[in-house]
Nanobody, 127 residues
Framework: QVQMVESGGGLVQPGESLTLSCVAS????????MGWFRQAPGKEREGVSC????????YYIASLKDRFAISRDNSKNTLYLQVNSLKAEDTAMYYC????????????????????WGQGTQVTVSS
């Protein structure tokens, strides 16, 4: 059974940082691209970042590139998202997702190339 469990979210103040984690089981984690997505209340889901199976290729949506950093540890079946200088507009549920392929597709941010999703971890940025 494939399972992905996110953690690391919480209530933080503007300007603070968080590290989100996603532990995967039941899939060949080291062979597939992974992604982070988020969905704010009343808004559509948006892609945040994608990383290739070996960690060599990383992609971000342009508006987040300077503050977010994706990484993975294939020995631990774990995906990470370091989020710095948090803003109120970063408030959202953050989801990790596993692709069916090893590399991020050209449209990774749409989410259509990802087949397995976690339940999400809530990030709330408020003073």
């Amino acid at each position: 059974q494939v399972q992905m469990v996110e953690s690391g979210g919480g209530l933080v103040q503007p300007g603070e940082s968080l590290t989100l984690s996603c532990v995967a089981s039941g899939l060949k984690f080291a062979s597939v691209a992974m992604g982070w997505f988020r969905q704010a209340p009343g808004k559509e889901r948006e892609g945040v970042s994608c990383i290739s199976y070996d960690g060599d290729d990383k992609y971000y949506i342009a508006s987040l590139k300077d503050r977010f950093a994706i990484s993975r540890d294939n020995s631990k079946n774990t995906l990470y998202l370091q989020v710095n200088s948090l803003k109120a507009e970063d408030t959202a549920m953050y989801y990790c997702a596993a692709a069916a392929v090893s590399f991020c597709s050209g449209s990774w941010f749409s989410g259509t190339s990802f087949q397995t999703w976690g339940q999400g971890t809530q990030v709330t940025v408020s003073s």
